[in-house]
């Protein structure tokens, strides 16, 4: 199946025993959807193309930003504005021609989950928010494939397999996604530029590892690793019984875990025009004090709530009223509306945030 021009390409791999033929051309026929062209995901692509991956699917409803180049190296300046898939696409084909890219131009909710991931092999997830996590897992449990975690803060990073046969899922680790404010994300406190770039290679070589069948892949072990103390962690966990997801009472294991039917966004357009029209829309604004002196969306609808209050404040929200939540890119505001959803409103994120309001509909509200 492989070409002559493959075979010099991958010959330093080919040499390996656990690879060899054989295992090059297995990885050929393999297929990888990758959840997010940003941090993670660019590593993790770049990797997996270089090695001779035959399908790779992008998904990411994001575009290039200024401020994601001292890490997402699947990007240069020149592709500032423009989608990331179209971005990543054209730089995984300039490193390996011989590789397939499917782009999908969008966010990854519960509700598409099953539909895309069904068409890959395996998963690997590069999102930076709780709701497209628990979503990948839960359809890769229905599935029953296997998908590769990482997470990143600062200097520091995770990683582990999940969903492989007879190992346990996310939820066995983490049940439920924490409230609101509990736990900061990478846009509050930061990411030195090279640690997702470590941390999506790790993930890069777990998944290697699956599509070929061999080591030991990271199933029922966290691997933390502090960079700036050059400390390893290993967490070891077993399959729960009583899992949500896959546990062995669930019968139906997709079917018994809570998903969202609705859209879980809502465009800047759409939001605008309900504002226009003296909708009762009720609009959370959930970041720090400081970020909304700089930039607000001004209506007497838009509230100042920031993320670490909100659990404590739930009470005082109007529950008869739809609510949009936004922070600056949206990463924040879609754990946060994700969050509300559970205890029962109505919440959708404003996709994009704040800055994609700026740069679409209200270009005199400061950009930061």
Request: charged share 25%; net charge negative.
């Amino acid at each position: 199946m492989l070409t002559a021009a493959e075979l010099a390409r991958y010959g330093r791999q080919l040499v390996l025993p656990e690879v060899g033929l054989s295992g090059q051309e297995r990885l050929h026929r393999a297929s990888v959807l990758i959840v997010g062209a940003g941090g993670l995901g660019s590593p993790v692509a770049l990797y997996l193309a270089a090695a001779g991956v035959g399908t790779i699917g992008l998904v990411d409803n994001d575009v290039v930003e200024i401020g994601n180049l001292h890490r997402q190296i699947l990007h240069g300046t020149e592709d500032v504005g423009r989608d990331k898939t179209a971005s990543a696409s054209e730089s995984l084909t300039r490193l390996n021609p011989h590789v397939r890219i499917n782009t999908h131009q969008e966010r990854l909710t519960a509700p598409r989950a099953v539909a895309l991931l069904s068409e890959y092999d395996i998963v690997v997830d590069g999102s930076d928010n709780y709701s497209t996590r628990y979503a990948v897992n839960d359809a890769c449990v229905e599935l029953g494939k296997t998908w590769i975690y990482g997470s990143v803060e600062r200097f520091s990073g995770q990683v582990s397999v999940f969903g492989a046969p007879d190992g346990p899922c996310y939820r066995c680790v983490f049940p439920e996604a924490p409230a609101p404010g509990s736990t900061s994300s990478c846009e509050e406190i930061g990411v030195l530029g090279a640690v997702p770039g470590a941390v999506g290679s790790i993930q890069a070589v777990e998944a290697l590892k699956c599509l070929l069948g061999i080591g030991a892949p990271l199933v029922g072990r966290l691997w933390q690793l502090d960079f700036k103390t050059g400390e390893v962690r290993v967490v070891r966990f077993e399959r729960r019984p009583d899992c949500s997801a896959c546990g062995a009472a669930v019968r139906a294991p997709v079917s018994l875990v809570q998903h969202e039917d609705e859209d879980v966004d809502i465009e800047p357009s759409e939001l605008a025009q309900r504002l226009q029209a003296t909708d009762s829309v009720q609009v959370l604004d959930i970041r720090e004090p400081w970020e909304w002196s700089v930039s607000r969306i001004r209506d007497s609808r838009v509230t100042l709530l920031p993320l670490g209050d909100l659990e404590s404040r739930v009470d005082a929200i109007d529950r008869r009223r739809d609510l949009v939540v936004y922070c600056h890119h949206g990463a924040r505001s879609s754990m946060a509306a994700h969050w509300l959803r559970t205890k029962g409103f109505r919440a959708r994120s404003l996709a994009g945030g704040i800055d994609r309001w700026s740069r679409e509909i209200d270009s005199s509200v400061p950009r930061y």
